[in-house]
């Protein structure tokens, strides 16, 4: 699997005359599955070739455990994306396990999405939390104690998009979700449709916009994607400069609650070597109430070298 990121969380603390080295990694740290179906069970280790790693960097062996969160503030996730809705459709399996000194231990993920249709059109924030069962031991001021580590991986998941379905639980809806064309209908320029739901119980004035994402040189893993086939991977590219190649006629709408608009977006890509060579690209349209990510709606757009 490409481009996996790892982060490390390490404890510092200031005054300390000694520091014995404490830290927890989690591989991927921030990974996005994508447009899983309703119904679907997904199994990481299966279906993204790795599971969960786990690496002890430290000199004594450890037990870890592996528990999941859903409970960012708004602000703190990413346009468009609520946390997940129920973390007991996840499973570490195992839930714990030992790791010796500089080895890395192994966690499947498996995450079963109900058959509900109010699934679709969805994007979530999953916490996955590694921490150690036993206190690491530090010394500062000349006083030894022990610290319980822990790190928090992001994982992006989204459902298929799915036309004439609200998914009622998100205040912004937008339908579909996401889109999919190929490069030769980019680069000869392509509209697209899609209808914003006030599902909130006040009015907003919506501001719709491009967007890209925090840079990750592309996705971990995608499955599902509809014009590939029901979840086969395949790797897409972030798209560099997103609001050249996106057109609106007008950005801003009021909607009521309960109230929807029609909106148009149109892509082109310029037609060069390097467009055409690419696997894809991924456009995203924000839709912000009063101009705020807190429980907005996204719309995106995947451009693909190859159809089915």
Not at 172 to 194: C, D, H, M, Q, R
């Amino acid at each position: 699997m490409s481009n996996i990121k790892r982060i490390l969380l390490v404890f510092v603390i200031s005054a300390v005359s000694v520091v014995f080295g404490a830290s927890v990694g989690v591989v991927p740290a921030i990974v996005s599955f994508d447009f899983l179906p309703p119904g679907y069970t997904f199994n990481m280790e299966k279906k993204a070739g790795t599971p969960i790693l786990i690496p002890n960097d430290n000199d004594v062996p450890l037990v870890f455990q592996v528990s999941f969160e859903a409970n960012k503030p708004p602000k703190s996730l990413l346009p468009g994306y609520e946390n997940f809705p129920d973390i007991s459709w996840c499973k570490a399996i195992p839930e714990t396990v030992v790791v010796q000194p500089h080895d890395t231990g192994r966690v499947n993920l498996i995450i079963e999405i109900p058959n509900d249709p109010q699934l679709y059109n969805q994007y979530w924030e999953l916490g996955v939390v590694v921490s150690t069962k036993r206190a690491l031991e530090m010394k500062a001021g000349g006083v030894q104690f022990g610290i319980f580590p822990s790190v928090r991986g992001s994982y992006l998941i989204s459902t298929l998009p799915k036309e004439d379905i609200n998914p009622k639980s998100k205040p912004t809806a937008v339908v579909p979700s996401a889109a999919f064309i190929s490069t030769e209908e980019a680069i000869a320029g392509k509209k697209l449709t899609f209808k914003i739901f006030n599902n909130d119980t006040v009015p907003h004035n919506y501001v719709i916009e491009p967007y890209e994402f925090p840079h990750f040189s592309k996705y971990d893993i995608r499955l599902a994607i509809q014009n590939l086939g029901d979840n086969e991977p395949g790797d897409l590219g972030w798209v560099s400069v997103s609001k050249g190649f996106l057109f609106f006629k007008k950005n801003t709408v009021r909607l009521n609650p309960g109230e929807s608009a029609e909106w148009t977006v149109s892509v082109k890509l310029p037609d060069k070597p390097e467009v055409r060579q690419a696997p894809g690209w991924d456009f995203v349209v924000k839709v912000l109430p009063e101009g705020k990510k807190e429980h907005s709606g996204i719309f995106r757009i995947c451009v693909q070298s190859k159809t089915k």
